[in-house]
């Protein structure tokens, strides 16, 4: 009901609902996992591994419930028609300071890959570098003057720096499941490359994006394949919520309790988002 309320809200534009809603969607599912413990070895890793919080973890439970109520919360108003735009601007500052925090992370966790000599080799980090799209998504709804930026320097950061490590055997290694079971995707692995071949390929696809993206400050026609690519990027990934059965916590029943590979994988809806707002910016502010 609240996505159609939204929907027919007065003055929205496509571009406006569909952040709206991906933002919601994204805040009211992750506060469920919060709240229903679904995403308890999320945060248990996230705290063991801090420099400052790892004497938190016996608080493990009400840090849940806190975070997940306070995520369900801010969805909801932000998702809500009859909630007045001052408290929604509540609920995006919000979104600003979750994000920021969650940031924070890079900086007090281990999230390299020591396998491949640590920094910049990145590992569960690269989850955490999404929030830069999903800051400057928050930013954008809230008026604040260039919030477009931020969103293409987290798209470009996302593509880029994952797109690199495509071309390393731990990431093949991570890539290949996502696409045996996916029946788009799977051919790739039995007909024509093998794993680490595939995840080169997709690497060479994100890094092209990524060059493509940066034509945002100089050429329009580039800049939309930019992305219209990066936006193809994220459907396909956001594709394996479907296909990928780990996706889902196999210990709580399955569907709709995602997993730490789920949590991933969702945050591309907003990344999604945010391609829609800059194919808008884009083609309003450039002159070629």
Same mark, same amino acid.
Not at 151 to 163: D, F
């Given at each position: 009901?609240?996505?159609?309320?939204?929907?027919?809200?007065?003055?929205?534009?496509?571009?406006?609902?569909?952040?709206?809603?991906?933002?919601?969607?994204?805040?009211?599912?992750?506060?469920?996992?919060n709240?229903?413990?679904a995403?308890?070895?999320?945060?248990?890793?996230?705290?063991?591994?801090? @420099?400052?919080l790892?004497?938190?973890?016996?608080?493990?439970?009400?840090?849940?419930?806190?975070l997940?109520?306070?995520?369900?919360?801010?969805?909801?108003?932000?998702?809500?028609?009859?909630?007045?735009?001052?408290?929604?601007?509540?609920?995006?500052?919000?979104?600003? *300071?979750?994000?920021?925090?969650?940031?924070?992370?890079?900086?007090?966790?281990?999230?390299?890959?020591?396998?491949?000599?640590?920094?910049? *080799?990145?590992?569960?980090?690269?989850?955490?570098?999404?929030?830069?799209? +999903?800051?400057?998504?928050?930013?954008?709804?809230?008026?604040?003057?260039?919030?477009?930026?931020?969103?293409?320097?987290?798209?470009?950061?996302? +593509?880029?720096w994952?797109?690199?490590?495509?071309?390393?055997?731990?990431?093949?290694?991570?890539?290949?499941?996502?696409?045996?079971?996916?029946?788009?995707?799977?051919?790739?692995?039995?007909?024509?490359?093998?794993?680490?071949? @595939?995840?080169?390929?997709?690497?060479?696809?994100?890094?092209?994006?990524?060059?493509?993206?940066?034509?945002?400050?100089?050429?329009?026609?580039?800049?939309?394949?930019?992305?219209?690519?990066?936006?193809?990027?994220?459907?396909?990934?956001?594709?394996?919520?479907?296909?990928?059965?780990? *996706?889902?916590?196999?210990?709580m029943?399955?569907?709709?309790y995602?997993?730490?590979?789920?949590?991933?994988?969702?945050?591309?809806?907003?990344?999604?988002?945010?391609?829609?707002?800059?194919?808008?910016?884009?083609?309003?502010?450039?002159?070629?």
């Amino acid at each position: 009901m609240f996505a159609l309320a939204e929907r027919l809200r007065p003055g929205r534009t496509f571009t406006e609902v569909f952040v709206t809603l991906s933002l919601a969607v994204l805040l009211i599912w992750f506060g469920l996992m919060n709240i229903s413990g679904a995403s308890a070895p999320v945060v248990e890793r996230w705290l063991t591994g801090h @420099a400052f919080l790892g004497s938190l973890l016996k608080h493990k439970q009400y840090i849940m419930w806190g975070l997940g109520g306070l995520q369900a919360l801010s969805g909801l108003l932000i998702a809500l028609y009859s909630v007045p735009d001052r408290v929604k601007r509540i609920a995006y500052w919000f979104v600003v *300071a979750y994000s920021l925090g969650a940031l924070s992370l890079m900086f007090t966790n281990n999230v390299w890959i020591d396998s491949l000599g640590g920094f910049p *080799a990145i590992g569960s980090g690269q989850g955490i570098i999404k929030y830069v799209t +999903l800051l400057g998504l928050a930013l954008w709804r809230l008026g604040i003057r260039h919030a477009e930026t931020v969103m293409l320097l987290g798209l470009i950061l996302v +593509l880029g720096w994952i797109g690199g490590m495509k071309f390393t055997a731990p990431e093949a290694a991570g890539v290949e499941p996502l696409l045996k079971t996916s029946p788009v995707f799977n051919w790739w692995l039995t007909e024509h490359f093998s794993k680490q071949g @595939a995840s080169n390929v997709i690497g060479v696809i994100e890094l092209v994006t990524v060059l493509l993206l940066s034509a945002y400050w100089w050429n329009r026609k580039l800049f939309t394949l930019g992305y219209l690519l990066a936006a193809f990027t994220f459907v396909v990934t956001l594709s394996f919520l479907v296909t990928f059965a780990p *996706a889902w916590n196999a210990k709580m029943g399955g569907f709709p309790y995602l997993a730490s590979s789920g949590l991933f994988l969702l945050k591309d809806l907003p990344l999604l988002a945010a391609c829609f707002v800059l194919s808008v910016r884009g083609a309003a502010t450039s002159g070629h």
